[in-house]
Nanobody, 127 residues
């Protein structure tokens, strides 16, 4: 079965960096678009970044452009999110997601764009 396992979350001060990883198994990883979403307390889940099957296309939420970088290693079945210049408003649970199609790159309508989710990893940024 499809399994997505995130790691790398934690607590950091504003301006710091974290690198999230998502280990995928149970399917042909290189055939699927992948992405990162996040959900802060009391807010809806929102798209953060997406990447195409062979990394030719990426997309980012405006709030993270220039600070976050999504990447993938198809040989290791792993998705990454490098987060720099972190802000308190980046505090959320971050979820790895497998896309049903290229629609994932739009980073919205995730209920239809995503077919599998990881369990999430907490990121807390203090001021």
């Amino acid at each position: 079965q499809v399994v997505l396992v995130e790691s790398g979350g934690g607590s950091v001060q504003a301006g710091g960096s974290l690198r999230l990883s998502c280990a995928a198994s149970g399917y042909t990883y290189s055939s699927y678009y992948m992405g990162w979403f996040r959900q802060a307390p009391g807010k809806e889940r929102e798209g953060v970044a997406g990447i195409s099957t062979h990394s030719l296309s990426t997309s980012y939420a405006d709030s993270v452009k220039g600070r976050f970088t999504i990447s993938r290693d198809n040989a290791k079945n792993t998705l990454y999110l490098q987060m720099n210049s972190l802000k308190p408003e980046d505090t959320a649970i971050y979820y790895c997601a497998r896309g049903r199609s290229s629609a994932l790159l739009a980073l919205r309508d995730h209920a239809t764009a995503v077919d599998y989710w990881g369990q999430g990893t907490q990121v807390t940024v203090s001021s």
